[in-house]
């Protein structure tokens, strides 16, 4: 079967680092997604992965490593605003996004 | 408008009853998604179009149903709603290759 783990929740404080991981099993690969999601909003994308190695974009950056199957999302500069849920998805060889439960990130003064 | 709309926000329905969420872009994307979210649980796909005048099952599609006339709507519906069914739906387009998927809103359905 396919699957997607990352942490359930996760605590930060404001203007700390925090890494969140992403692991998967997937028939195929053509892709990895990170969203993020507010309270009550819809999922807004924030970067994609399909080779190995880190993008960065600003305050965020992500990590992809195919062999190992493996992903993390490092935020900086935390802000209280961070505050949300990351969602993690691959894309498959039906080029189907395949998504996790999510990572609920508590950010604290 | 500009993104991708659904109607209606938030809906409270009786098992049993026919209900269909709407869901429009402007983006003129080929693909639209149809998904729901659970606590606890991923996003989980239940139609999908790669083109209009087509569409295809997701992971949890029995009890809905889609259609795609345009390339602009994409509406889902819920034949006979039940319980299981009270969920967050959103509708998607994009994703098509290395394209990033854009939600709505999303529909907050309760059914009782």
Request: hydrophobic fraction near 35%.
């Amino acid at each position: 079967g396919q699957n997607i783990d990352q942490p359930t929740e996760m605590t930060a404080t404001e203007g700390a680092i925090v890494q969140i991981n992403c692991t998967y099993q997937t028939s195929g690969f053509n892709g990895l997604f990170w969203y993020q999601q507010h309270a009550g909003e819809a999922p807004t994308f924030l970067s994609y992965n399909v080779l190995d190695g880190l993008e960065e974009k600003g305050r965020f950056s992500s990590f992809l490593s195919r062999s190992k199957g493996y992903s993390y999302l490092l935020l900086k500069e935390l802000q209280m605003k961070d505050s949300a849920s990351y969602l993690c998805a691959v894309r498959d060889s039906n080029y189907q996004l395949i998504w996790g439960a999510g990572t609920k990130l508590i950010i604290k003064p | 408008i500009a993104g991708i709309t659904q109607a209606p926000t938030s809906q409270i329905l009786a098992a049993g009853r026919r209900m269909t969420l709407r869901c429009t872009q402007d983006m003129r994307h080929n693909a639209m998604y149809w998904y729901r979210q659970d606590l606890g649980l991923g996003l989980r796909l239940i139609h999908y179009s790669n083109t209009a005048g087509t569409t295809g099952k997701g992971e949890v599609p029995d009890g809905y149903s889609v259609s795609r006339a345009n390339t602009d709507d994409f509406p889902l519906t819920l034949a006979s709603a039940v319980p299981s069914q009270t969920s967050v739906y959103f509708c998607a387009s994009g994703g098509t290759d290395t394209d990033t998927q854009y939600f709505g809103p999303g529909t907050r359905l309760t059914v009782l």
